[in-house]
């Protein structure tokens, strides 16, 4: 007899019974998914590095598209700040790779200050 009783409870209440079981069902899924030790991804920031943090007499270049190491512009920029040895970094067809070069200068060259000429 009691069970009838809940069965016919059951079917009056059968929408309100649904929502109960698809909100129970809802909120432990998002507690499962949504834990709160759970690590996002940081932001990125620019990293600022102190001063002479670089390797004296050496540093990289990247040319522009359409430039090469062996344009005139460069040969004589190369010249005026007093490049000793020009290596490409890296060895590839891949267009974004190829202009990296690393460029080491006569000792006691001012890195900084020939920075701002490339």
Do not use: C, W
């Amino acid at each position: 007899m009691r069970s009838l009783k809940l069965n016919n409870y059951i079917r009056k209440h059968r929408a309100t019974f649904l929502a109960l079981i698809a909100l129970v069902v809802l909120l432990a899924s998002a507690f499962l998914f949504l834990k709160k030790d759970q690590k996002f991804p940081e932001k990125r920031t620019a990293v600022y590095f102190p001063e002479k943090t670089y390797v004296p007499s050496q540093m990289v270049v990247k040319y522009r598209k359409g430039h090469s190491a062996d344009d005139k512009e460069i040969l004589a920029l190369d010249r005026q700040v007093g490049v000793v040895e020009k290596k490409k970094i890296f060895s590839t067809d891949n267009q974004f790779l190829s202009n990296y070069y690393l460029l080491s200068l006569k000792p006691g060259s001012d890195v900084i200050k020939i920075e701002n000429l490339y």
